[in-house]
């Protein structure tokens, strides 16, 4: 399969990506004629900025693109595109083990100073593999200021046969310097039935799971591909969509607001419990320390203890928001729903598993009362993004819900 197959409902920026890759291609294996010709005119540039909603597939399309860009595919002779998905160059960049390809991606809540810099140095270096050297930064909309100017200057002077491909949510979650730098590239909401035919196709997943998991989702493949895979996540969906019935008195709201944030926190213990213990005593072991877990540490090496528990309670507390952030989103689909009821609309429902519940709200309540509630939620993630306390943030929702 190519390596755009996974790109679902991108058509337009598939053709920009593989033109861009064509001249690519020229530029490291054309002779100095071709070469100085496609430079001159050429769609090929050093840096890349992916925007679009959550699961649109941006970082898909960065990682298909870095694919592209060092296929080394025999039948490009023939005038085969590059991305052929199968030859050892598109094979070891989709699995993440290529040598000159760097995928980062953040699981706590900032990309540092530190980190960034050792991004750009890695960007310095030529190419093991005579193509190019590939940075995809997945994450590029949780630089602190301090690491976008790094990057700033890596952007701004790269090296010959560096390429930096950069993913953020908009063009406004990276800083104004570096994004005009970049070639920027949009992905729009995949339609739901490419969604579930992805995940018939790639995943094995029965036709009717998948189109109810892509309907859910309203056409977030990561989102849907959990929904599809993970009873936990189906039961934690279920739970989450019966919050508007259990918001009617104070008592109520309250109690649900704090099983929503107990929800959030056992998500994030799972997490620690599948990797933690893991990552530490791999650790112990590298540092040389006794057998069993309680084994002495060599002296000198608490800081590097030290510096991974602060890393694994980082990454819990984002375990922690992007779980929240997920049921905010279940409860938005919700509300939309509720809404389009009300207006009469016969635009599909999101939840059509949950119409029971739907139509016993909207016919007790009208359509602004509707629109109030799904600010309420949307001010609650604003409030998430500001670092007030989860419990706080969603106390006050619940009470907005339960006023309508």
């Known amino acids: 399969m190519a390596v755009w197959d996974d790109l679902v409902g991108q058509d337009r920026v598939i053709e920009q990506l593989s033109a861009a890759a064509r001249d690519a291609d020229v530029l490291v294996t054309g002779d100095a004629a071709a070469a100085a010709a496609a430079a001159g005119a050429s769609r090929m540039t050093h840096a890349w900025l992916f925007t679009g909603p959550p699961g649109s597939g941006r970082a898909t399309a960065a990682r298909a693109f870095a694919a592209a860009l060092q296929c080394v595919s025999t039948d490009r002779t023939f005038g085969a595109a590059p991305g052929c998905g199968f030859c050892e160059g598109c094979h070891t960049t989709l699995v993440g083990t290529h040598a000159d390809v760097e995928i980062v991606r953040t699981d706590v809540l900032s990309i540092g100073v530190k980190e960034t810099r050792d991004l750009v140095r890695r960007a310095q270096l030529s190419p093991a593999g005579g193509r190019w050297q590939v940075i995809v930064l997945e994450d590029a909309d949780r630089l602190t200021e301090g690491a976008g100017n790094v990057l700033l200057k890596a952007v701004e002077e790269p090296a010959p046969r560096t390429v930096w491909l950069l993913c953020a949510p908009s063009l406004e979650d990276v800083l104004p310097t570096i994004r005009s730098r970049c070639r920027s590239l949009t992905l729009r909401t995949p339609p739901v039935a490419a969604v579930a035919d992805l995940l018939v196709r790639r995943d094995g997943i029965e036709p009717e799971l998948a189109a109810q998991a892509a309907q859910a989702t309203q056409g977030h493949i990561g989102r849907a591909r959990r929904l599809a895979t993970d009873e936990r996540a189906r039961a934690r969906r279920e739970t989450v969509l019966k919050m508007p019935l259990r918001v009617a008195d104070m008592g109520g709201a309250l109690k649900a607001a704090q099983e929503l944030i107990d929800a959030a926190a056992e998500d994030a213990k799972q997490v620690?419990?599948?990797?933690?213990?893991?990552?530490?005593?791999?650790?112990?072991?590298?540092?040389?320390?006794?057998?069993?877990?309680?084994?002495?540490?060599?002296?000198?090496?608490?800081?590097?203890?030290?510096?991974?528990?602060?890393?694994?309670?980082?990454?819990?507390?984002?375990?922690?928001?992007?779980?929240?952030?997920?049921?905010?989103?279940?409860?938005?689909?919700?509300?939309?729903?509720?809404?389009?009821?009300?207006?009469?609309?016969?635009?599909?429902?999101?939840?059509?598993?949950?119409?029971?519940?739907?139509?016993?709200?909207?016919?007790?309540?009208?359509?602004?009362?509707?629109?109030?509630?799904?600010?309420?939620?949307?001010?609650?993630?604003?409030?998430?993004?500001?670092?007030?306390?989860?419990?706080?943030?969603?106390?006050?929702?619940?009470?907005?819900?339960r006023a309508g």
């Open 272 to 401: 620690a419990e599948e990797v933690d213990t893991k990552e530490t005593e791999e650790l112990r072991a590298a540092l040389g320390a006794a057998a069993g877990t309680g084994g002495r540490l060599p002296r000198g090496t608490a800081g590097a203890m030290k510096e991974l528990q602060d890393r694994q309670k980082r990454r819990a507390t984002r375990t922690q928001r992007d779980s929240l952030d997920l049921a905010l989103t279940d409860l938005t689909g919700f509300y939309r729903d509720v809404l389009a009821i009300q207006l009469g609309s016969r635009v599909a429902l999101a939840n059509p598993d949950a119409r029971a519940a739907l139509e016993r709200i909207a016919s007790g309540s009208r359509p602004e009362g509707t629109l109030r509630r799904i600010e309420a939620i949307s001010a609650c993630r604003q409030a998430l993004d500001r670092n007030v306390a989860p419990l706080l943030a969603v106390e006050a929702m619940a009470v907005a819900l």
